[in-house]
Structure formats: C-alpha cells, structure tokens
C-alpha cells in the first residue's frame, strides 16, 4: 500500500514530442504528488507537484494530470527538448510523513 | 530559494575507515532531514529520517551502528559511515524539509559519491 509504481521504465521521445509518465498508488491518504528530475550525478530536484484537490496543473511545458477516482498521476513534457533527457521520478507524501517513489523513468530526447 | 548543501560531493576512502556526509539547509530551518540512498539506475531509498535533537529513525534493514546520524543544529545533519566496505559504495543523498513554509516541498541535496576501495 506504500508503493508508487511507475510506468515505463525508459522512454525515448522526437524532439517537439509529448513525453508522457505515468504512476498509480494505492494508499488513498496520500495529499501530495511531486514530480522529480534527476541529471546523472545529480540530486533530484522538484519539476512540479500536485494536490489531490486539482484534476491538473501546468507550469511551462510540464503538466500534471491527476485522477483521484483511479489513483493516477501523469507528468506531461509537451515539445520535449534534448535538455530533458533525465530521470524522473514520481512520488507521494501523506502530511509530514516520508515521501515514496516511484522507481524512474529514464527519458530519452532525440534531437 | 531553499537550497540544500551537501558535502563532500565524492569521496574515496579505504576498507575499515569512516566517511562523514553534511547536508545542510543554506538558508532555511529544517528540523527534519532525510538521507537517501541510490543504487546505479534505481530509486532513492529512505535510509533514515534525522529529527534535530533527537535520534534518527531508521529503516527496516538499515543498521545504525553502520550509518550513524546526527541532526546537531537546524541547519545540518551528518551522516558517518563506519566501517566502510565496498558494498557501501553507492550514492548518498539527504533532503530536508522547510517547515517555515505552508506546503514547502522537499529540497535534495546534490548527493555523494561513496566509492569504498
């Protein structure tokens, strides 16, 4: 019930493409779903992040779409840019409790 | 905005010695920070959540004699691998929370590179 699965596993995408990665949880007390992008090397650092009270929420070209009747979250990278090659991770928190992740999406933008 | 310092970004050390790990929230208070562990090509890893001047929870599976936490101040929390092995190299990072903020999200450090020879 602590786990936040996360699809696909890679993905490669066209330049100017959408990128789409999608997670599904179980635990219905979770109240905050961040997305993460990890450079090789790197920390994570936070894209973008949702509350289960909004369906949507976009910020530039990333958009996350939420669907609490399924217990789903997507994270959307319209025209998909060679600089956004990374990995993401989806997570879920409920209050100040840890956060769970999701087990990456390595992208991969051909230019 | 917040931002979460980590150091050393890499270190080496040889078999049986210790290594220490500073995460530090530059320019908030944390009173929780958590340190993370990440294999190649896999998911962070809770190892531990380090509350400030009290001890560290740990995770199932994660010995604390091994990785020793202390959270000392508002702004730092340090992680000491004892007794390094090879099967302790991986990468190690800490993230840290600023309760000042209704909301706040997490902020990651830049992570470790532990290579045990």
């Known amino acids: 019930q602590q786990q936040v699965k996360q699809s696909p596993q890679s993905l490669i995408v066209q330049k100017g493409g959408i990128s789409i990665i999608n997670c599904a949880y179980e635990?219905?007390?979770?109240?905050?779903f961040p997305w993460y992008q990890q450079f090789p090397g790197k920390g994570p650092a936070l894209l973008i992040a949702i509350r289960p009270d909004v369906s949507e929420k976009k910020e530039g070209r990333f958009t996350i779409s939420f669907n609490k009747s399924a217990k789903q979250f997507s994270l959307h990278i319209m025209d998909s840019q060679p600089g956004d090659s990374a990995t993401y991770f989806c997570?879920?928190?409920?209050?100040?409790?840890?956060?769970?992740f999701g087990q990456g999406t390595r992208l991969t933008i051909n230019p | 905005g917040a931002v979460v310092s980590q150091h050393p970004s890499r270190v080496i050390c040889k078999s049986g010695t210790s290594v220490k790990i500073e995460c530090r929230s530059l320019?908030?208070?944390?009173?929780?920070m958590f340190w993370y562990r990440q294999f190649p090509k896999q998911s962070l890893m809770l190892m531990a959540t380090?509350?400030?001047?009290?001890?560290?929870?740990?995770e199932q599976g994660v010995e604390k004699d091994k990785f020793l936490i202390n959270h000392a101040s508002l702004t730092l929390s340090t992680l000491t691998v004892t007794s390094a092995h090879p099967e302790d190299s991986s990468f190690y990072i800490c993230?840290?929370?600023?309760?000042?903020?209704?909301?706040?999200?997490?902020?990651f450090g830049n992570g470790t590179r532990l290579t045990v020879t």
């Open positions: 320019d908030f208070q944390a009173t929780t």
């Open positions: 993230s840290a929370e600023n309760l000042g903020t209704r909301n706040s999200p997490l902020h």
């Open positions: 635990n219905t007390a979770f109240d905050y």
């Open positions: 997570a879920a928190r409920w209050g100040a409790q840890k956060l769970v």
């Open positions: 380090s509350n400030e001047g009290s001890k560290a929870t740990y």
